[in-house]
């Protein structure tokens, strides 16, 4: 399968907020193998790609970390708190090289 129509619940970045639904490319060359079940709930990791019939197109494959939502607890906590005001970020590191 090459799209998987996807209903959205939450849009947390990237999409606005009222996106009811969308193509996810499910890529097949993905080397992780991701499959997305009819009926099952997913967090998605994606980069917003064009408008297809209307319906904006999401690439969520190469190892996106887009997972079934039952094993992405930890990772909905974060953006829950981040909305409600109860989390911030930080962004650390080094140059390696110019």
Known sequence: MRFARVWVD???QGLTPDT????VDADP???CGQVYAVGEEYLFF????PIH???PVVYAGLC????PVNSA???LRFP?????????TRIFGKTLQW
Do not use: I, T
């Open 10 to 12: 939450r849009v947390y």
């Open 80 to 88: 829950e708190r981040y909305r409600n005001g109860g989390a911030r």
């Open 20 to 23: 009811a639904h969308v193509l």
């Open 29 to 31: 060359s993905d080397p």
């Open 53 to 55: 019939r209307a319906v």
């Open 46 to 49: 994606a980069v917003p790609g």
């Open 73 to 75: 607890q930890e990772d």
């Open 64 to 67: 996106s970390g887009s997972r």
